[in-house]
């Protein structure tokens, strides 16, 4: 039983029991847990049985774990987010004589990747972004033609830039997913 299941499943049973289990008692035989849930219910649960309890507080430490879960992972992204240096993208959209300049804020592993990263955000259908090895990507048979440059900011700057462009968390696995991408940069 993993650590984080046999606390969920200590701190559940407080909410039908008297007395909490334990890790000693959660490793013994079910019989002698029963007998432990039998002698502790709670007063709203004392006409259902041990067993019936036992699955109420496995139910319970499920949704517990799922819940720290979550959280964890979104404490960890935060943390990986807040890890990953922050570059100013200027993307540049050429749409047949038409030029238009955007700027956006990307965490992301390197300029590179945030460059890369800007244009797959950008674009209406980035699954269909046909990549070159110039560091720029079309669409439409090149119809609108993208590339980009970036700049990291300075760590001491990032939270004032902030306000006003949005962070884009860069997703290697969404950039992958994107056109010709594996073939250009993953050889």
Avoid at 54 to 63: E, G, T, Y
Wanted: proline fraction near 3%; charged fraction near 25%; include cysteine.
């Amino acid at each position: 039983m993993s650590d984080l299941k046999t606390r969920c499943l200590i701190a559940a049973s407080g909410a039908f029991l008297t007395d909490f289990l334990s890790e000693e008692l959660l490793s013994l035989d079910d019989e002698i847990i029963f007998q432990f849930i039998e002698d502790h219910k709670w007063e709203p649960v004392e006409d259902y049985s041990p067993e019936d309890i036992w699955n109420m507080i496995d139910d319970h430490a499920l949704n517990l774990m799922q819940f720290v879960e979550a959280e964890l992972s979104t404490a960890n992204e935060e943390q990986a987010s807040n890890d990953a240096p922050v570059f100013l993208v200027e993307i540049k959209m050429q749409i047949g004589e038409t030029r238009k300049t955007l700027k956006s804020l990307v965490a992301a592993p390197s300029a590179q990747k945030a460059q890369h990263y800007a244009i797959y955000s950008e674009s209406s259908s980035p699954e269909r972004l046909e990549w070159n090895a110039n560091h720029q990507a079309s669409e439409m048979h090149d119809e609108i033609i993208y590339s980009a440059t970036a700049e990291q900011v300075a760590p001491r700057d990032v939270e004032h830039v902030k306000k006003f462009f949005g962070v884009t968390q860069y997703d290697e696995d969404e950039l992958l997913s994107s056109g010709n991408y594996v073939q250009i940069f993953t050889k």
